[in-house]
């Protein structure tokens, strides 16, 4: 998948990059430095206008559902079975993050928000609610 | 994909199986097998008693080892007893190696009453029976082939 | 002299870390079956984890991240969710294994059933995963590991024919008796413990848990190439004890007390005492290291906050995987399924496996974009590529051998 990336940064500066290289599997650090999952597809939509031209990356997918919806075939339909059985949201549609709030695109991919502001974590949030965060000691930073 | 993975599974599983013995040269074999184990329980347990008789340990190790020596002819015999015998021949042999197990097992399993007893007498004691079970299983074994 | 300390403490702690239940079990096997006719493999095992650990901690120095990171990315979703899949499976049985050994130890201490340890060993690994400092940890498992000496000095009381010994290892052959195919199966099961996938999971993701820097590349390094050698005499010491004195008895190993025997007939109580703290330490320490690692690749394929670097509560679902594996693990021990056979099986899984854990080290090693400039020279690519190979051949040897031997009768 080599399409091209239509618009990065706040600054709206074009720039173009072969997305399937440059983007998918990449990790996905917060405006923390955070870790944040990584970038298990994209999402296109058609370009506006004529439709003429390379559709346009308008977000980021994350989370277990969008990489088994991309990796084709039995390992991803597994994947899926596994992820909406385990996903704790009567819904399990994969975590979106609007390309808006993609800073850099380097080695990892930079976003301009912190994690929490985003709809990216509803596994880590229950993980942390009903197990870890129940557990003593789970809040103790690390010495 | 799921029956790939069973297959290999299975493969797994069968590969700690013992099948049925059809000819006398295969059931001499795996005699010959069981009388190997059993005399390596023996001379494990041969040189438990070493141990304590030289007083080169600790109570709870030597009752671990020598109880697990046990064990280990128990399950031995129990698998020998197991294999349907092909022919006549085969009937003979098993007569002969499962007496001796018998015997090695219950000598086995006096050792392992001591030390669990801590009766370090006991345990030397059995010094000889082990050592005359060893023997006779061991001349089984070359004869056996 | 502070840094004398350090690097001295360094090397200490990769020695006595070196050994687990694997190493211990494999060696005493091949000791009382095969003598010294399978010394030359664990030569040549700990050859090929120290040009991968280096390898792996100097990717993880220099691009500050872990190799399994890296192998989404630079290798695709679909090579890296496979390899996932099959680490995370061996890991789960070698982790299984471990803290069945913990018990065991405590068994033999005790002579209470390995059985009624495991809720405790289970308990006591994850609590100190949870609460216990990274290199705290890594320190006082690893030396306390060293206690496993006994067997070199053990070993050397037993008094050997140096002379025969040396021979003996240096002139393998296949001893009358044993086929060629048990003969090659029982070196793949010592190549799989000497080169344990788990420990480049954990070495790699540890580098990064004590944020290595260039800086601590040589210290590091000196502590692989010093520190693995020594813990392959330590392991070839194990197999030299039971060659002494099982072997010519025909005594076969089937459990830990055996491993520990020729020991202490030689050295009597007090070399018993060493070895059950040396026992103690190896497995808990890997127990550590393997509940660590599932938790680590896990986490760093689908991109989650992992390690005890941070709090647990940014580290959930790290913490979760690291929790369930420990579980799971205690569950299977429980089953009473014999410790032995799952160590065994764990052996030739991990001998299976290890492509998918050293391929991917030897690519990124190589590639520029993350290495910056400290890419594998000649030396290191030359002797990664011979032990992919070697590694390739093990590993498509390793079932085939298995069945044909019924898994080494």
């Known amino acids: 998948m080599s399409e091209h990336v239509g618009r990065a940064g706040r600054a709206g500066r074009l720039r173009r990059l072969d997305a399937g290289l440059s983007l998918l599997d990449r990790q996905i650090l917060d405006r923390d430095g955070r870790l944040s999952g990584k970038v298990d597809d994209l999402e296109l939509t058609p370009p506006e206008g004529d439709g003429s031209g390379p559709p346009v990356v308008t977000a980021i997918l994350s989370g277990p559902g969008a990489l088994a919806r991309r990796l084709r075939g039995s390992v991803g339909a597994w994947l899926e079975s596994v992820h909406s059985r385990l996903h704790p949201s009567a819904e399990p549609g994969p975590a979106r993050i609007p390309f808006g709030v993609v800073k850099e695109i380097a080695a990892t991919v930079g976003l301009s928000v912190r994690k929490d502001d985003l709809e990216l974590s509803r596994f880590e949030d229950w993980t942390r609610d009903h197990i870890i965060g129940r557990i003593p000691g789970a809040r103790h930073a690390p010495e | 994909m799921r029956i790939r993975v069973a297959g290999a599974l299975g493969l797994l599983v069968l590969g700690g199986c013992v099948g049925p013995a059809r000819t006398t040269d295969d059931y001499t074999r795996k005699a010959s097998t069981s009388v190997h184990d059993v005399h390596s329980a023996v001379e494990t347990a041969r040189l438990g008693v070493d141990a304590v008789a030289r007083d080169r340990t600790t109570g709870p190790y030597v009752s671990v080892l020598l109880g697990q020596a046990e064990e280990q002819a128990t399950s031995v015999q129990s698998t020998f007893d197991s294999v349907q015998p092909p022919n006549e021949d085969a009937d003979r042999l098993r007569d002969e190696v499962d007496g001796l197990l018998t015997q090695a097992v219950s000598v086995l399993g006096d050792v392992r009453i001591a030390a669990r007893r801590g009766d370090t007498d006991g345990i030397t004691g059995r010094g000889p029976a082990l050592a005359d079970i060893s023997k006779r299983l061991s001349d089984l074994e070359d004869r056996l082939g | 002299m502070k840094r004398f300390v350090a690097v001295t403490l360094g090397i200490l702690t990769a020695i006595g870390g070196f050994v687990d239940i694997g190493d211990l079990v494999a060696n005493a096997e091949v000791g009382a079956r095969f003598g010294f006719d ?372």
């Open chain 3, 38 to 409: 399978l010394a030359w493999v664990v030569g040549v095992g700990v050859i090929g984890i120290c040009v991968f650990a280096e390898m792996a901690g100097r990717v993880a120095a220099v691009s500050t991240r872990p190799v399994f990171d890296l192998v989404r990315e630079r290798l695709g979703a679909r090579a890296a969710l496979a390899n996932l899949l099959a680490s995370s499976f061996v890991n789960f049985l070698t982790l299984a294994a471990e803290v069945a050994g913990i018990a065991l130890a405590l068994e033999l201490a005790s002579s209470v059933s390995y059985l009624l340890w495991i809720p405790f060993t289970s308990l006591a690994v994850w609590l100190v995963i949870w609460r216990v400092r990274f290199e705290t940890m890594e320190r006082i498992f690893g030396l306390a590991g060293l206690s496993l000496v006994a067997f070199a000095v053990g070993f050397w009381r037993l008094g050997p024919d140096w002379g025969s010994v040396f021979h003996s290892v240096s002139h393998p052959v296949v001893p009358s008796g044993e086929g060629h195919a048990t003969y090659l199966f029982y070196a793949v099961s010592l190549f799989g413990a000497a080169m344990t996938p788990y420990e480049v999971f954990f070495f790699s993701s540890g580098a990064v848990e004590e944020r290595w820097t260039t800086d601590d590349l040589n210290v590091n390094r000196a502590n692989v190439l010093i520190g693995f050698p020594l813990g392959g005499i330590l392991s070839l010491s194990i197999m030299g004890t039971t060659a002494l004195v099982l072997l010519p008895r025909g005594i076969t190993v089937d459990n830990l007390a055996q491993v520990a025997l020729p020991t202490v007939l030689a050295l009597g109580k007090l070399g018993l005492a060493f070895l059950l703290i040396g026992f103690f330490a190896a497995t808990f320490g890997a127990a550590l290291e393997t509940a660590l690692s599932s938790g680590y690749i896990i986490s760093q394929f689908f991109g989650w906050q992992w390690g005890k670097m941070v709090r647990p509560v940014d580290a959930p679902r790290f913490h979760a995987v690291v929790l369930v594996s420990l579980v799971l693990g205690a569950m299977l021990v429980l089953t009473s399924v014999d410790p032995i056979k799952v160590t065994e099986y764990s052996l030739v899984l991990s001998a299976l496996a290890l492509p998918l854990t050293y391929f991917p080290i030897l690519v990124i090693a190589n590639d520029p974009d993350y290495m910056h400039g400290r890419t594998n020279g000649r030396v290191a690519n030359a002797l990664g590529s011979i032990f992919l190979i070697i590694v390739l051949v093990a590993s498509a040897a390793a079932i085939p051998l298995m069945i044909v031997t019924k898994a080494g009768q």
